[in-house]
């Protein structure tokens, strides 16, 4: 299992040279960066499995949608609003996340509990293959305090760009 307190120290240590890079990323072409974050993201997540670190799942909780919502509730069987006093409270940006980290659905294994219906916050994370990835790079800054997959992404993709 990878320790949770090492990625966060890591990433503390990268975040001045990403930052850097960063801001001659962001002068890329949409098409290019989204091409680039594509490529880098498949080669990255065939040597990396999720279940071997699960951080996400223990330090960040994802924003929750009614639908989320709506879909966790039903995938337990349990009514919407009784799965909201549970599980949901709203935090300080007025969003909708869990009222417990690491979240309640983790796993001893860090396999989740409720995979096949959890949020969309949790399936496309840590949207690294996403598209307009100019707008997210903010986000994967953030991100390279929780997950080694955005460490080793966004190094790579700074080695595509140097900086002065």
Known sequence: MIDPEEIKIKGKSLMSRLRKAMKQIAR?????????????????????????????????GPRLSASDTERISAHLRMPVKSFEDHYVRIDEDGD???????????????????????????????HTDR?????????????????????????????HYPYS
């Open 96 to 126: 909708r996340v869990m009222k417990v980290l690491p979240c309640p659905f983790l796993m001893d294994d860090n396999a989740c509990s409720i995979y096949t219906a959890r949020p969309k916050a949790c399936r496309t994370y840590p």
């Open 131 to 159: 598209r307009r990835q100019r707008q997210l790079l903010n986000l994967h800054l953030k991100n390279v305090e929780v997950c080694p997959a955005v460490q080793q992404i966004l190094t790579r993709i700074s080695e």
């Open 28 to 60: 890329k072409s949409p098409k290019e960066l989204d091409g680039l974050f594509q490529e880098i993201h498949v080669e990255t997540f065939a040597k990396i499995d999720c279940l071997d670190c699960a951080n996400c799942c223990k330090t960040t």
